[in-house]
T-cell receptor, first 115, second 116 residues
Framework: DSGVTQTPKHLITATGQRVTLRCSPRSGDLSVYWYQQSLDQGLQFLIQYYNGEERAKGNILERFSAQQFPDLHSELNLSSLELGDSALYFC??????????????FGPGTRLTVL | QQQVKQSPQSLIVQKGGISIINCAYENTAFDYFPWYQQFPGKGPALLIAIRPDVSEKKEGRFTISFNKSAKQFSLHIMDSQPGDSATYFCAASPNAGGTSYGKLTFGQGTILTVHP
C-alpha cells in the first residue's frame, strides 16, 4: 500500500458526461501528479500540482482540468467525455521538500470506462 | 524529443534466468532514470533509480546499467523468480528547476513472465 488513495476505483459513464476523480496524497506529501494509462498511449503525464499551485502540464486535454485543495487532496475533472478517454487514471504524490526531487508514490488508480 | 523507447514489449524467462530490459532516450535534459514495476490492478511502484553520474546501480537482484554517451539504460533482473512476473516501465525526468521538474516520461512497458 503506497499510502495514496484514489476514489472511485471504477467509473462507468456515457459519452458527453462529466466525472470527477479524487486523490488523497500520502501524509506530508506536497506534490500531486496525474497520469493516464491506456493501451495505445501507455502511461502519460497529465498535470502536476505543488502545494495548491499548478507546477507542470503535460498532454492534458482542454476538456480536462485539475486542482489541489488546501488540505492537499486533488481532483481531476474530465468533461465532454469521449470513448477514447477510457483509461486508467493514476495519481502519484511526492514530498519534494526544498526543491529536491523525491520518489513518486502511485495510488491504485481509477478505471474509467466511457460507453 | 521527450520520448523514452523501451524494448522488448514482452519477455519470457525461466526461473533463475536473467531478465534484461532496455531503454533509450533523446532528451539530454533528463537526469533521473527510475524503473517502475506494476502488477495487475495496482499502480506502478518504484523499483530502482539512477542518476547519470554513475554507470551502474545495484539493489539486491536488480541492477540498472547506464550509458550516458549512448543515451541508453537497462534493467537486469538476476535469478528471476515467478513473483517477478509483472509489467516493467522505464522512465525519465528532467533536472530540477524547470517547469517540468518531476514530470516522468515513461517507456511503453515490458510484460515479463517468469516460468517456474
Amino acid at each position: 500500500d503506497s499510502g495514496v488513495t484514489q476514489t472511485p476505483k471504477h467509473l462507468i459513464t456515457a459519452t458527453g458526461q462529466r466525472v470527477t476523480l479524487r486523490c488523497s496524497p500520502r501524509s506530508g506529501d506536497l506534490s500531486v501528479y496525474w497520469y493516464q494509462q491506456s493501451l495505445d498511449q501507455g502511461l502519460q503525464f497529465l498535470i502536476q500540482y505543488y502545494n495548491g499551485e499548478e507546477r507542470a502540464k503535460g498532454n492534458i486535454l482542454e476538456r480536462f482540468s485539475a486542482q489541489q485543495f488546501p488540505d492537499l487532496h486533488s481532483e481531476l475533472n474530465l468533461s465532454s467525455l469521449e470513448l477514447g478517454d477510457s483509461a486508467l487514471y493514476f495519481c502519484a504524490s511526492s514530498v519534494e521538500l526544498a526543491g529536491e526531487r523525491s520518489e513518486q508514490f502511485f495510488g491504485p488508480g481509477t478505471r474509467l470506462t466511457v460507453l | 524529443q521527450q520520448q523514452v523507447k523501451q524494448s522488448p514489449q514482452s519477455l519470457i524467462v525461466q526461473k533463475g534466468g536473467i531478465s534484461i530490459i532496455n531503454c533509450a532516450y533523446e532528451n539530454t535534459a533528463f537526469d533521473y532514470f527510475p524503473w517502475y514495476q506494476q502488477f495487475p490492478g495496482k499502480g506502478p511502484a518504484l523499483l530502482i533509480a539512477i542518476r547519470p553520474d554513475v554507470s551502474e546501480k545495484k539493489e539486491g537482484r536488480f541492477t540498472i546499467s547506464f550509458n550516458k554517451s549512448a543515451k541508453q539504460f537497462s534493467l537486469h533482473i538476476m535469478d528471476s523468480q515467478p513473483g517477478d512476473s509483472a509489467t516493467y516501465f522505464c522512465a525519465a525526468s528532467p533536472n530540477a528547476g524547470g517547469t517540468s521538474y518531476g514530470k516522468l516520461t515513461f517507456g511503453q512497458g515490458t510484460i515479463l513472465t517468469v516460468h517456474p
